[in-house]
DNA sequence: AACAAAACATGGAATTTTCAATATTTTTGG
DNA sequence: CCAAAAATATTGAAAATTCCATGTTTTGTT
């Protein structure tokens, strides 16, 4: 646990009460005090706060507990009990499914801050199907299933809300689909940047946080076919990258590429 | 419209209000007379019975039209607004999404009755992301989406519920994407008839109802993939099949190629 | 700073998959 | 019932993609 933790009352209580911790892996013990807390939570209170009110968001609010995530740390678990729903506050995450069989992931899909995570997990009566894991530093609340669950019953109006923002993650996951099981390695390369560019990083000038491995997990593709598509549009003028930093010089040229692949 | 309709007041009216015509499509225009039409949207209740009340059934009844579709006929479609969310009575229905680019079709999933159908779309703010269309003769409710709309704000429960349903569906497409991403052709195929057997024709015997060429488009595969493994399958003793009629008679060694094919 | 591990990069061989050409069988519509 | 269309089937060539081997660079840790 981080010594820089202040902590104006005992919450660690909360925390290990709401907090199921995860097999093989560490968790960032970090977490804010009730004030900050609550600051923070203002971004959940604003997506919800057409729909809720002060009472109901209350009651959220005291199952619910702040975390920081870091790279490359597990939020919510495949095979797990989808015990918990998370309000991400900043950072990314990728949901990511691990092939039982053979060692490979997929990623279904990419999320940046803020979103509500989980809200797919949650309506399955079985365990998680996919992890839900941070490939940059995220701030996290996590909120006890049962008590969103309670809220949802009896407020059909935020039931239909929270849905509708789930939905579009499951949409996300199912353009990716359509983008892998239709189009051959650079078309769908091309969708995965023009994702990001798009819905990530809000700019054709980026630090990539995903490796080319991640990149290839997303598109469906060997490693391979990433680096090279990649040194290969940056001959072309179509990217232009050193290291992490990476800036899409033509994006035009990328959507052309994304529809005649 | 059918000579053999038999109407016992007008409900043409209230057909062609709820019913918005597909284009380029022809539509069944058979549809029975009240009292039938009561007698089977008693599955729509027992699917919903735990959850609402008589009078909000009644509500919905109201605002639904009973319709029989045919092999190859589209219920809701691609690109339309989500108008109407559908109760598949019986028959066999295809998530259908057509590339705008190309002609190419991508099958997301199959569903048998009974089921509730339309309720991802619902959830979205877009228009829908892919068609349902007819691959056996249907029996289906097709009902007024604010209808439902206005239920679910009343009533959370149900919304949960419908949510879950909608969410079942989804995790099929997302569990056969993660099929088509990690697996080769082989694995997939038989993923794709252990799915036939387990979760659409409830046995290991069927008359197969969906083209070489469905099946390429579920297993996301040319036809030419398809025909050969069936009659590599058929020559190894998998399965025997003459004309659509297909028996799988050694399950466990498709199961054993779904993992290692 | 040194070292180990991971990530990035490249090229060719091997494999998988699609495409193209063609023939047979089954289904559909008049 | 017949003709046309669609579906099924088979084959080899072409294309796409992964796998493998190898080397360089970057990152993280002690």
Redesign the pocket.
Known sequence: MSSETKCSRDISLLYSFFFVPLQNETISMNFLDNKDSKDNFSGFRKISTLFISDDEFRKIEKAAVFLRFKKGETILKQGHAPTHIAYLQSGIVKFNFQSPENEKNTILTLVSAPKILGGANLFYKDNNLFSIVAVEDCEIFLIEASALYELLKENGNYAVALFQMASEMFKKSILNFISVANK???ARIADVFIYLAEEIYFGTAFKLSL???EIAEFA???V??I??T??KWQQEGIVSFS??NLEITNIEKLRYISKVG
Do not use: P
């Open positions: 051959q390695k650079e490796t080319r491995k469906c593709c060997s391979e076919n680096i090279m990649l040194s290291g992490k």
